[in-house]
Every structure is written in C-alpha cells, then in structure tokens.
C-alpha cells in the first residue's frame, strides 16, 4: 500500500501533468479570443438594429425622406440582421461546448496521468478532438455568418448610391427650373 501511494504522489507531483495540460489550455484561450469577438459581433447587430428602429420609427412620423424606399430596405436589412443574429447565437454554442470540452480534456489528462493507465489515454483525446469538432464547427458557421454581414454593406451601400442619385435628381431640377 505505501509504495501505490508514493507513486501516486510522484504522479500528482511530476511535470508531466502541466505539461500535458498545456494543449488544451491553448484551445481553451483560442476559443476565449472567439467568444470575444463574436459577442462584439452579436453587439454591433443590437447597435444596427436600433439605428434601423430609429430609422422605422422617423419613417412613421414622416419625418424621412423616400419612405416606401427607405422602408423596403430596411425589411430586407432587418431580416439579414435577424440570420446574422441566429448564425452568432449558433457559434457562441458551438464555442462554449468546445470551451466545455477543452477544460474536460485537461481534466481528464490529469487524471489520466495521475491514475490511470496508457489504456485509458485515449479518453482525453477523444474528449479533446470533441472539442476541437465543435470549434470547427463554430469557425464555419462564423465564415457564413461574415457573407452576411458583407451582404448587409454591399445593401447599405447600395441604398446610400441611390439617396446620392435621388439628391443630384433634385438639385438638377432645381436648377432647371432657374
């Protein structure tokens, strides 16, 4: 009995099980830098979505000028915002569980290390490789994501060309009509 528990002490001691651990921790602060940066995305969508409310909300009050325009792009700007919002929610998920999986995968390497046996080391990199599933997943849907957020530029920027042309419309009327 004295002679498992000093290994068991040696084991808890060694090196070897920060050193193992250290491959997930890396993971884990990829996928933090992720999250991060995909709830600024989710953020900057809430800070859209209330500058197109205030632009319905002029509309309305008929303080704005094109208004059926100004309202047909505002439903198609809304409704990629809505897709936009969903494909972050879904990645967000996706982070988390490969955050979950990393930290269980550390975990599970340290008590492999600590008390198991090389028939067991299998478990952490399956739990690991999870992880890393999850955090690819989250990478594509991100890279989907980001085409909408082109898409919702490339409309806003059309409808920007077409108040410029509507405003150089008016200012050659005026000056025919001088």
């Known amino acids: 009995m004295l002679g498992q528990e000093k290994e068991l ?14 491959t997930p921790a890396v993971l884990i602060s990829a996928c933090g830098t992720l999250i991060f940066s995909t ?29 059926e325009e100004r ?30 999986l990393f930290v269980a995968s550390s975990l599970a390497i340290a008590v492999n290390v600590a008390y198991g046996s090389n028939n067991q080391a299998w478990i952490p990199t399956l739990i690991a490789l999870s992880g890393g599933i999850f955090l690819f997943a989250a990478s594509v849907v991100l890279l989907y994501e980001s085409r909408f957020n082109l898409r919702f530029v490339n409309r806003s920027i059309d409808f920007i060309e077409f108040l410029e042309q509507k405003a150089e419309e008016r200012e050659n009327q005026k000056n025919d009509e001088r």
């Open 9 to 22: 002490l040696e084991a808890l001691t060694s090196s070897r099980i920060l050193t193992s651990m250290i």
């Open 71 to 100: 309202m047909k792009h505002l439903r198609g700007q809304i409704g990629l915002q809505r897709r936009r919002a969903r494909l972050i929610q879904s990645a967000m998920a996706a982070l988390y569980t490969a955050t979950l």
């Open 39 to 67: 709830s600024a995305r989710l953020g900057r969508i809430f800070d859209r979505v209330n500058v197109m409310k205030g632009e319905v909300e002029a509309i309305i009050a008929e303080k704005i000028s094109y208004p």
